[in-house]
């Protein structure tokens, strides 16, 4: 079979090489090219993803979301179970009692861009979806929205080596940048030494990149140490949301009260 399809190999190769340099040009011809490929793949993964999630329970009502939103409200009025009002909060009712005004969108893959980790959400201008709006999960921040087709946008991963969020470590108030740290991991840089720094610490959004609003939880302080003669501290941060299962996220569309 290989000897068939031998003759073609170099052709294939060299129209991959050619089609990732294209798209790796950032010209607004080869963004509208991009952002045209990106609602193709969304267009062309709903059915499948339909069709895959229909059985396993996947695709979820709407209806049934508020009802359950509804009803971890009650629970937390009426004194009922603090376990079980979080967990139907965390899972259904997140978009109802959040503060923001949100966009609910789903990932239909990989970012196709080189050079930039990410993800394809499944809602574009279309669902007013605008660059360097804030993407979040019911447990935290998880990146910025960096380009937008009709029907679709490109997510910027919070564990994107190239990306920074500004943040702010949420019992001693001290700011710094978080930046990723590896391949699922991030650190907190700019803290001087001699502020306090707690292990399992909160580390927050501080508001100051004019992308995420404060108090947006990133992660958790996992080590911090810092060398001789060094005045900042060397923080590990242990991500809040879980980069390898995302599934629905949600995107801020709108800040509905001050912070």
């Known amino acids: 079979m290989f000897g068939t399809i031998k003759p073609y190999v170099p052709w294939l190769a ?51 979301r508020r009802q ?3 009803m971890s409200i009650r629970l937390s009025k009426t004194g009922g179970s603090a376990d079980e009002n979080q967990r139907l909060r965390r899972m259904l009712g997140f978009k109802e009692k959040s503060a923001y005004s949100l966009i609910a969108a789903e990932v239909v893959g990989m970012n196709p861009d080189l050079g930039i980790r990410g993800i394809l959400l499944n809602a574009g201008s279309k669902d007013s979806v605008k660059v360097d709006q ?22 910027q991963l919070l564990v994107d080596p190239n990306f920074g969020v500004a943040g702010r470590l ?4 001290e700011d710094g940048i978080v930046h990723a740290a590896g391949s699922r991991r991030l650190k907190l840089d700019g803290v001087p030494v001699t502020a306090s720094v707690i292990e399992s610490d909160s580390v927050i959004t501080s508001g100051l990149d004019t992308i995420f609003p404060s108090g947006l939880l990133i992660g958790e302080v996992r080590t911090a140490k810092h060398r001789a003669g060094a005045w900042l501290w060397e923080i590990e941060v242990k991500p809040a949301v879980d980069f390898g299962r995302l599934t629905e996220l949600f995107i801020i569309r709108k800040i509905e009260r001050a912070e």
């Open 170 to 173: 949420k019992s001693s108030r």
């Open 14 to 64: 060299t129209s991959l090489l050619a089609l990732g340099l294209i798209l790796s040009n950032e010209n607004p011809q080869v963004n509208t090219l991009r952002n045209n490929l990106s609602d193709l793949i969304v267009i062309g993964a709903h059915p499948v993803s339909d069709l895959l999630k229909a059985p396993k329970l996947w695709k979820e009502n709407i209806q049934l």
């Open 134 to 155: 804030a993407v979040i999960t019911s447990d935290g921040v998880v990146g910025r929205i960096y380009r937008v087709g009709k029907r679709s946008c490109a997510v």
């Open 68 to 70: 359950l939103a509804e």
